[in-house]
């Protein structure tokens, strides 16, 4: 089992540019969530998605950003016109049920915005 | 929203100590509790859970114990290795939401 992969592992945009973080959860597992880490801070909730549906995004910025979790393939995390304020750690986690239950975490993808 | 506040926010031990970290939880509907552990760089790590119907569970040096009159839950580590060196996160939420974390307690074990 390969576990959650998450790629890239480390990806550098210039102000204004489009950012795509790529996730794909474990086999078996069809809930993905999506977290931002800052330095020195803990894992803020972003985005909560099963296979083609958005369950949860309350912690979503309302502009530039958005997520899918498409039937076929990845789920993508997309952020339009970069800021500086964008850099940090994105992880993704997925588990295989929408009851309570532990995550698998991924690498994360460290984005950072020149 | 949901919350949790965790404490310390760094604690530092010696080799063989016991540590002791805190979290209080807003949800009261909450029934699922974990704890994550973090190495530098790394991805966080799922080490113990425990469910609203149980007041402590444990694993080797790791315990969890759970007060929901009191909507708190505490990660009890013993007889401290250097290893144990990390990051440590509590979480919590109840069935069909995401996991709220804390802010996290760094821990140093000195030899």
């Known amino acids: 089992n390969a576990g959650v992969m998450q790629n890239p592992r480390h990806l550098v945009r210039r102000r204004g540019q489009e950012a795509r973080l790529r996730c794909s959860p474990m086999?078996?597992?069809?809930?993905v969530y999506w977290y931002r880490q800052l330095p020195e801070e803990g894992l803020k909730f972003m985005v909560y998605?099963?296979?083609?549906?958005?369950?949860?995004e309350s912690g979503m910025p309302k502009e530039r950003f958005s997520a899918e979790f498409p039937k076929e393939g990845p789920s993508i995390l997309r952020i339009q016109q970069v800021v500086r304020g964008d850099s940090a750690a994105y992880f993704c986690?997925?588990?295989?049920?929408?009851?309570?239950?532990?995550?698998?975490f991924g690498s994360g993808t460290r984005l950072t915005v020149v | 929203g949901e919350n949790v506040e965790q404490h310390p926010s760094t604690l530092s031990v010696q080799e063989g100590d016991s540590a002791v970290i805190k979290c209080t939880y807003s949800?009261?509907?909450?029934?699922?509790f974990p704890w994550y552990k973090q190495e530098l760089g790394k991805r966080p790590q799922l080490i113990i859970d425990?469910?609203?119907?149980?007041g402590e569970k444990k694993d080797q040096r790791i315990a969890v114990t759970l007060n929901k009159t009191a909507k708190h839950f505490s990660l009890h580590i013993t007889e401290t290795q250097p290893e144990d060196s990390a990051v440590y996160f509590c979480?919590?939420?109840?069935?069909?939401?995401?996991?709220?974390f804390g802010k996290g307690t760094t821990l140093s074990v000195s030899s």
């Open positions: 425990i469910r609203s119907n149980v």
């Open positions: 949800d009261s509907a909450s029934n699922y």
């Open positions: 979480a919590f939420n109840q069935a069909g939401t995401a996991l709220i």
């Open positions: 998605l099963q296979k083609e549906n958005i369950i949860d």
């Open positions: 086999k078996g597992h069809s809930h």
């Open positions: 986690a997925s588990s295989p049920r929408d009851r309570t239950g532990g995550y698998t």
